[in-house]
């Protein structure tokens, strides 16, 4: 089993990363080298707990789908999404969310195991890990820039206010 872990320092409040984080349309736009596009489940605006998203790009070539469940939920520290089906033996992502004075820490721990025995634990090494990594900081770096801008109220719906 290969492990990431990535944290990544986003001078906006918590509870707008953590929520940018969980934007279908916010991963869509973070991932448009590999075109990847939700094709089932949730596949526009927040997920939330229980909820499941199909998703389809290209990965190495290949047109691959992968779908997630919401299998942990505490808004605005942690959500975890994990694999129902995909090309994985297993594939666990968990998001942490730190508030600090004027930003917020966002750590991710990504946990996933290649099929095919000891080929496959060569394949996560060599191919695998660096593939995800770069895909992970790639993904950060499109929140934070999101999420200190005000390109935020693009992907996340602002609660209503009490005008009374």
């Not at 409040?13 to 929520?19: G, S, V, Y």
């Not at 990847?36 to 790009?57: C, K, M, P």
Request: proline fraction near 3%; charge should be neutral.
């Amino acid at each position: 089993m290969t492990r990431i872990e990535l944290v990544t320092s986003i001078k906006a409040p918590a509870e707008r990363c953590f929520d940018l984080a969980r934007s279908i349309d916010l991963h869509m736009a973070s991932t448009s080298g590999t075109g990847e596009q939700a094709i089932a489940g949730i596949t526009s605006g927040l997920i939330g707990l229980g909820q499941e998203v199909t998703w389809r790009g290209r990965h190495f070539g290949f047109m691959i789908s992968h779908t997630s469940r919401i299998t942990a939920y505490d808004r605005p520290r942690r959500f975890q999404d994990c694999m129902t089906r995909g090309r994985f033996r297993s594939f666990c992502h968990d998001h942490f969310f730190e508030a600090l004075d004027t930003s917020t820490l966002m750590k991710d721990v990504m946990q996933f195991e290649a099929p095919l025995g000891a080929f496959g634990s060569v394949v996560e090494v060599v191919l695998l890990k660096p593939h995800m990594f770069k895909l992970l900081i790639q993904r950060n770096n499109h929140i934070r820039h999101v999420a200190e801008s005000d390109e935020w109220q693009r992907y996340v719906a602002q609660e209503p206010r009490d005008t009374a």
